[in-house]
């Protein structure tokens, strides 16, 4: 389970439950993101798109939410 900031008032918590990837913002119920090819995942309602960010050790550091027509950098906090 990690969490990552989407704003400071809304996070997400994203799990792997039996090779699917689970996201849960804040006070909404969790569902799976659809891999679109290595660290690009999607919903398709709402229509939402992550792509994974990687530190220079090519460990996932963040993602890029798309959403909506915006961009929005979100941060791992833990």
Do not use: W
């Amino acid at each position: 389970e990690v969490e990552y900031e989407i704003k400071p008032d809304l996070h997400v918590v994203m799990t792997v439950k039996e090779g699917e990837l689970a996201a849960a913002p804040t006070g909404q119920p969790s569902n799976v993101m659809y891999a679109e090819k290595e660290d690009v995942f999607f919903l398709n309602e709402p229509a939402i798109q992550i792509n994974f960010t990687r530190n220079d050790k090519n460990e996932i550091d963040g993602f890029i939410l798309h959403q909506g027509g915006a961009t929005i950098p979100c941060k791992k906090i833990k």
